[in-house]
């Protein structure tokens, strides 16, 4: 079956942008969750999507924010970007919430800002 | 914050068994020790997950102390396509202790 897909791969901004990153979970997988990744701070929880409401988030400024609609697909943007957002973005997909099986990560997309 | 530490990072010869140590002294009864690892540029991937019996499958073995304040991954036959960092990570399975809180992990060489 089909893994975690995440689009863009790749991704160029300039600081003050904005940008959208998607993530489509694994057919039939209801939870979503996203990570931050960058030499400096390793991997950083952003938030976790269930069912369309936000149920787990990290200390991540307003400035990061999610979505996730009906057919589990989960988007995050970010506005305002600033230098320090440079990073690999991943999404995870589980069954559910706390799913105790582990979460299927995705490729990530590569933000660069500059 | 992340509730393991590991070694920074540990090299095998290929064919040879990885053993990688994970502490977590101040894991709750409830919390559950998953590893994931990570290959360069690729987003980690789950390997195993036990709360207090050791556990294996296709990929490894987890060995769980009985007091429950560390753990061993072994990787049986190790090969070089097992270079990677990998994660010990503690977690719950409800609320807030659901979401995986990553370390800096231990880099795993497997040398030919």
């Known amino acids: 079956k089909a893994g975690v897909t995440q689009t863009p791969r790749y991704l160029i901004k300039t600081r003050g942008q904005q940008v959208t990153l998607s993530c489509s979970p694994i057919?039939?997988?209801?939870?979503v969750s996203w990570y931050q990744q960058t030499p400096g701070q390793g991997l950083q929880f952003l938030f976790e999507y269930f069912s369309e409401t936000q149920r787990n988030k990290g200390n991540f400024p307003g400035r990061f924010s999610g979505r996730q609609f009906s057919n589990s697909r989960s988007e995050m943007n970010v506005s305002t970007l600033e230098l320090g957002d440079s990073a690999l973005y991943l999404c995870?997909?589980?069954?559910?919430?706390?799913?105790?099986?582990?979460?299927?990560f995705g490729s990530g997309t590569r933000l660069t800002v500059v | 914050d992340a509730k393991t530490t590991q070694p920074p990072s540990m090299d095998c010869a290929e064919g040879r068994a990885a053993n990688l140590p994970c502490n977590h002294s101040?894991?709750?009864?409830?919390?559950?020790v998953y590893w994931y690892r990570q290959i360069h540029s690729q987003g980690p991937q789950y390997i195993i997950h036990?709360?207090?019996n050791n556990e294996t499958n296709e990929m490894a073995s987890l060995i769980i102390t009985e007091d429950r304040k560390s753990s061993t991954l072994i990787l049986p036959h190790a090969t070089l396509r097992d270079t990677a960092v990998y994660y010990c990570i503690v977690r719950g399975d409800t609320g807030a202790n659901s979401k995986l809180t990553f370390g800096k992990g231990i880099t795993l060489s497997v040398r030919p």
């Open positions: 101040t894991i709750s009864g409830n919390e559950y």
């Open positions: 995870a997909s589980s069954p559910r919430q706390g799913f105790n099986y582990g979460y299927t």
């Open positions: 036990g709360l207090k």
């Open positions: 057919s039939g997988h209801r939870s």
